[in-house]
């Protein structure tokens, strides 16, 4: 993968191995629904993909003699089958002939995936095809390939083969093979050359899922059309002649009896325009995008990274994800794993979309506020006040974390427990609140935003046990983000005891949910209750041992690890029991747990929480806190590189950039050994934007405006971006040496703009530039 062009990915050459992370990085989507990058032939190493936001199934499978049931995001019906073959030869592989060229490009400006291939087949003619490829930004259920064929140095006939395959199933990521993905039932299928039709149903959660496909041919063909159960084709041929181009547009409308406003998807396509009008309307969509979503840095390779993840960002969760009732999936829209499962991901992605995107935020919000009553009952069922909130989520709010998962470095099946990880609920709270003082906008936060912020409040409140003995509340039986300690050694039950992160963050929530009724006047909450919120933000338990914060109550009495043995394993977890030993025993984390606070919270935002808490911070406590743990991390996620890329930022430039540039390659470069091919790592792609803002530049929003602290590296140059701040648009340009603020002709009339010590008032249409003086990393 190389290219000079910092809007292009291109890939070189035809590599069955490396197919399944190209499909990832490849896929085109719009929010409603994404294909993956998969070729449209058979090549034996295709792994096809689509799938729509929010279009669930529920599947029971039999896993070490348990019946075990896992929800999952469907593959639907498979439009892009469009295959060819010259006189007497079989249909076209690539890796059946003799590939003289083999060119893919994806261009993320205007989101269309282009292919170029040029070969010999075994009677010596050479033929070439090109195809372009969109999923349309601008009419949302529409899909279109466009393919040129050329005999170069001979002439005849051509067949080529188009499909809608429906005899597809979850089958995208190998260690679920062993469950079952047979999601689609009940097809049928019918047509005449030119127009044809796919449909399917879920099995368990009944969503009918229909697929239109027109096929035009640039020269008069007679078609054949024939079909069996679960798939329809038709084929031509093609009467080619030396050098003269035929082209072949196959464009298909999806769509879903999920969507908000059902349609037929013949009519769609009975409406939809030839190819280029419909590019050029995909191009005038992204376009429009891409003015919003501007994030613009020096270095063609950071630059054509940056501008990756900002386009597999928006081609999940785009304007029209703003109507649909679907969260953020943690691997995208672009593959299986995870099982398509919504976890704490908004938490890396709404602070990048709330100064862009504030619709889409919101649309997110409502999705968890909407499972507000499936919350309040898990709740309840746990012995709970308030909304408890799942650590995976799916189609209707429940628990989706698996209770038994194979680790594939023993072929064991084992008991998993991450569904304890409750501090999924604080980062919900985390995200409303940052909504709401990002866009000032307190109709949301009376709408949904003050509801969710106090029922979780209410939960946190019943988990936090008042100990009389200390004084202090704790909370007992959780796991934190760390998710290799999910007990005690040797203990018979799974839970720890005062995780620091789900405590502190605790204590930041109370004060946040007491304003919101404040600001909204939210019924239905006593006095007792806010003082009651108010005295386990000044009294919940944190430990602390040899100068640092504990992970949790017990953590100083862990093991230390060799780390030698296990030197360069990213999954230790996974190799420590197929040693027959177990990570709760060692001080050894997958990713930052007590680091989650200095990425939530400023260093003055936690010294504050600690402080009202009754543990004022010596003046080394955070920096050798994040020495400490970055000692004992093997960073098993892609997430744990985002943190300590931000934690670093400050302290050793150096490392941080280092965990920046892997923060950057996480799925290009595929650095946790062939998960990309699984799906895209979305929070850690957001999380990349989000530093470059609000890490390298400080960008802080208060309720007044905005605060600048920035750092910005040497190797990063110039950042230009807009964003929008409670109701007014703002561009920011830096360099290691200055920043400048311009203001839109929009918003209130007057926003407070603070770089460190020099504060200014900046008026509609104006700018201001602040001198920086910066150490030189």
């Not at 709330?354 to 999705?367: C, K």
């Not at 038994?404 to 990880?421: F, I, T, Y």
């Not at 000032?440 to 946190?460: P, Q, S």
Request: net charge negative.
């Amino acid at each position: 993968m190389n290219s000079p062009d910092p809007w292009t990915l291109v890939y070189d050459g035809f590599e069955a191995a490396s197919e399944g992370s190209r499909e990832a990085l490849c896929t085109l989507g719009n929010g409603v629904f994404a294909t993956r990058g998969a070729t449209p032939e058979e090549t034996g190493a295709r792994t096809p993909g689509t799938y729509a936001a929010g279009c669930y199934d529920r599947l029971t499978s039999m896993v070490a003699g348990r019946a075990v049931t896992n929800e999952d995001i469907v593959n639907l019906p498979d439009w892009l089958p469009l295959t060819f073959a010259t006189p007497g030869a079989p249909w076209f592989r690539p890796q059946d002939v003799e590939l003289l060229e083999y060119r893919q490009e994806l261009d993320m400006r205007h989101g269309v995936l282009h292919r170029f291939l040029r070969y010999r087949d075994t009677a010596g003619r050479t033929t070439s095809v090109r195809q372009r490829r969109l999923v349309s930004m601008a009419d949302p259920h529409l899909a279109a390939l466009s393919t040129t064929f050329t005999a170069e140095d001979w002439a005849g006939t051509l067949r080529v083969r188009s499909a809608l395959e429906g005899r597809v199933a979850n089958r995208g990521v190998e260690r679920y093979r062993a469950l079952r993905g047979d999601h689609l039932i009940g097809h049928a299928a019918d047509g005449t050359p030119g127009t044809t039709w796919l449909s399917a149903r879920t099995r368990q959660s009944g969503i009918l899922i229909t697929i239109a496909a027109r096929l035009y041919i640039d020269q008069d063909t007679v078609g054949r059309v024939e079909s069996g159960d679960g798939w329809i084709a038709e084929e031509h041929d093609l009467d080619l002649r030396t050098g003269m181009p035929v082209t072949v547009t196959k464009t298909v409308a999806l769509t879903t009896s999920r969507d908000p406003r059902p349609t037929c998807p013949r009519e769609l396509l009975s409406d939809a325009p030839g190819f280029c009008e419909l590019q050029d309307r995909h191009r005038a969509a992204w376009n429009g995008l891409w003015e919003r979503a501007r994030l613009d840095v020096d270095g063609p390779q950071v630059s054509q990274i940056v501008h990756l993840h900002v386009f597999h960002l928006l081609q999940t969760l785009s304007p029209h994800t703003a109507g649909l009732d679907v969260g953020v999936p943690a691997r995208g829209l672009h593959g299986e794993a995870y099982r398509g499962h919504v976890f704490w991901d908004e938490l890396f992605v709404l602070p990048w979309l709330d100064l862009r995107f504030p619709e889409i935020s919101q649309a997110v919000i409502r999705y968890r506020w909407r499972r507000l009553p499936q919350a309040r009952a898990a709740a309840r069922e746990a012995g709970y006040a308030g909304a408890m909130f799942p650590w995976q989520s799916g189609s209707d709010g429940r628990e989706e974390s698996q209770t038994l998962h194979l680790n594939p470095a023993s072929g064991h099946w084992l008991p998993d427990h991450s569904s304890l990880q409750r501090h999924v609920g604080l980062a919900i709270t985390h995200n409303v609140w940052h909504h709401y003082t990002a866009t000032g906008d307190t109709a949301f936060l009376a709408e949904c935003g003050a509801e969710l912020l106090v029922e979780i409040a209410r939960c946190f409140a019943s988990l936090a046990v008042l100990d009389p003995a200390s004084g202090r509340y704790e909370i007992h039986g959780v796991m934190g983000p760390d998710e290799y300690h999910d007990a005690y050694p040797g203990a018979p039950a799974p839970g720890l005891s005062n995780n620091a992160y789900t405590n502190v963050m605790t204590a930041w929530l109370m004060p946040r949910a007491c304003e919101a009724v404040r600001v909204t006047a939210w019924p239905g909450v006593s006095e007792a209750e806010l003082a009651r919120w108010d005295d386990i933000s000044r009294r919940i338990r944190v430990d602390f041992h040899q100068g640092v914060i504990s992970q949790f109550s017990g953590y100083a009495d862990l093991e230390e690890l060799d780390w030698r043995r296990y030197a360069g394993i990213r999954r230790l977890d996974r190799a420590l029991e197929a040693d027959g030993d177990d990570p709760n025993r060692y001080k050894a984390s997958k990713q930052a747990d007590v680091l989650m606070l200095c990425y939530l919270l400023s260093a003055e935002e936690l010294t504050a929480v600690l402080t009202r808490l009754g543990y004022p911070p010596k003046a080394d406590l955070i920096p050798r806190t994040v020495a400490y743990y970055l000692e004992r991390t093997c960073h098993g996620s892609t997430l744990s590189a985002v943190v300590h890329a931000w934690v670093l930022a400050r302290t050793d430039r150096a490392a941080s950039w280092l965990f920046f540039a892997e923060a950057l390659t996480a799925d290009v470069e595929d650095v946790q050994d062939g998960t990309t091919r699984e799906g895209i790592h979305l929070g850690a792609m957001a999380g990349t934007l989000d530093l470059v803002q609000r890490c390298f530049l400080g960008l802080r929003v208060t309720h007044e405006g905005i605060l600048l602290d920035p750092l910005v590296p040497e190797r990063l140059g110039q950042i230009s971006f807009p964003v929008r701040v409670r109701g007014a648009a703002l561009s920011i340009d830096a360099d290691p040496d200055r920043v400048t603020v311009t203001r839109n002709h929009d918003g209130p009339d007057l926003i407070e703009v603070t770089l460190r010590t020099e504060r200014i008032r900046l008026m509609r249409g104006a700018s201001h530039t602040f001198d920086t003086e910066q150490e030189k990393s």
